[in-house]
């Protein structure tokens, strides 16, 4: 079931609702056929939670999520049959176009405007859900390397608390594909707030995060040969922070020889 609805969406689960959403995928023939509270005692969870998790799934009630279990059962939501049907050669030349677009069009006098932010003495911060953080951890283990100070936040609370005690000093990479994600977004107002500048990342320059972030940076994204809920390439994202890190060098060098 999970390949059914759009990464945002399963990113913005918490841990209980994820566990819910679980039992419910190994236990689809039982569920369909039991009541809230059966469900709900079943799974060790409140009714509060599945009505909660329905709401999330935008599903109207419970009555809907039994019938959109029926459907998927029968009719599936895989996209394997799409995936099957290109070849090898096909599957690269859709990964590269996307890289290449991505490329042609990046705004570099932005690139410099935020490694400039970096090198001066800044806090640097970084947060995502899903694949895209790993991204994220990738970038601030190659600045760390470099000796550059970050922090990279895998615990959401912590996340918005340390948000919260951000001020102009701060710099926070924030990135999302569809630019929605709920968690990303609020910890991107929490931190305008605090006036901290904030860089964003998503394929979608009308989404809210787009329009929070004071730099922001388009990824093209239209593969259509995705294996499963949360498998977009994120080759895109890697390709503008390597940049960024690329241009920080650049200029610490030509500070150092000055």
Do not use: W
């Not at 935008?58 to 959109?68: M, T």
Request: aromatic share 8%; glycine share 4%.
């Amino acid at each position: 079931m999970f390949q059914c609805f759009p990464v945002e969406i399963i990113n913005s689960l918490s841990s209980l609702e994820l566990e819910l959403l679980r039992y419910i995928n190994s236990h689809k023939e039982d569920v369909v056929t039991s009541s809230i509270q059966d469900l709900a005692k079943n799974s060790f969870v409140s009714t509060t939670t599945v009505i909660r998790l329905c709401k999330k799934l935008h599903l109207d009630g419970y009555s809907h999520l039994k019938y959109f279990i029926r459907q998927t059962m029968r009719d599936g939501c895989s996209s394997a049959s799409t995936y099957a049907s290109h070849s090898l050669q096909d599957l690269l030349e859709e990964e590269l176009s996307d890289i290449e677009r991505t490329g042609r069009g990046l705004d570099l006098g932005m690139v410099r405007s935020v490694a400039a932010l970096m090198e001066q003495q800044s806090q640097i911060h970084f947060f995502a859900k899903g694949l895209t953080s790993i991204v994220f951890e990738y970038t601030a283990r190659h600045l760390l390397s470099l000796s550059r100070h970050v922090t990279l936040y895998n615990d959401t609370h912590v996340a918005y608390i340390q948000a919260d005690h951000m001020t102009s000093r701060d710099l926070v990479f924030l990135g999302s594909l569809s630019g929605e994600t709920e968690q990303v977004i609020r910890m991107a107002l929490i931190a305008q707030s605090k006036q901290a500048k904030i860089v964003t990342f998503t394929t979608s320059p009308t989404s809210k995060l787009a329009q929070i972030g004071d730099y922001h940076f388009v990824m093209e994204n239209n593969a259509t040969t995705t294996l499963d809920v949360d498998t977009k390439s994120r080759c895109q994202l890697m390709l503008i922070l390597n940049l960024i890190v690329k241009a920080f060098v650049q200029m610490t060098d030509e500070e150092r020889l000055s």
